[in-house]
């Protein structure tokens, strides 16, 4: 069975922080490389970061410094802890296996806004 369970987004001042939380399948996250998505309105889906099932990590350019992403291997679970949010970050955030599964979580919304 596929799930992916995404939450801890919510509205956030410039600046503020975010811890977000997801659970996967066992399917999916079992030894896998395991990645933070997201999409803004009007914008494609894009990959924020990734971390290996040893932990170690890759975050996209715009998100460096500033978001850690983690992993409980024992749980299937996965943590990204985003830090000096932006407006910029907003975003429906979600996360899947890298390269992605066609299943897809519902998501976790997150706004950065004064």
């Known amino acids: 069975q596929m799930q992916l369970v995404e939450s801890g987004g919510g509205l956030v001042q410039p600046g503020g922080s975010l811890r977000l939380s997801c659970t996967a399948s066992r399917s999916i996250f079992n030894g896998n490389i395991m990645g933070w998505y997201r999409q803004a309105p009007g914008k494609q889906r894009e990959l924020v970061a990734f971390?290996?099932?040893?932990?170690?990590?890759t975050y996209t350019n715009a998100v460096k410094g500033r978001f850690t992403i983690s992993r409980d291997n024992a749980q299937n679970t996965m943590y990204l802890q985003m830090n000096s949010l932006k407006p910029e970050d907003t975003a429906v955030y979600y996360c899947?296996?890298?390269?992605?599964?066609?299943?897809w979580g519902q998501g976790t919304q997150v706004t950065v806004s004064s």
């Open positions: 971390s290996t099932p040893g932990g170690s990590t």
């Open positions: 899947n296996r890298y390269p992605s599964t066609a299943y």
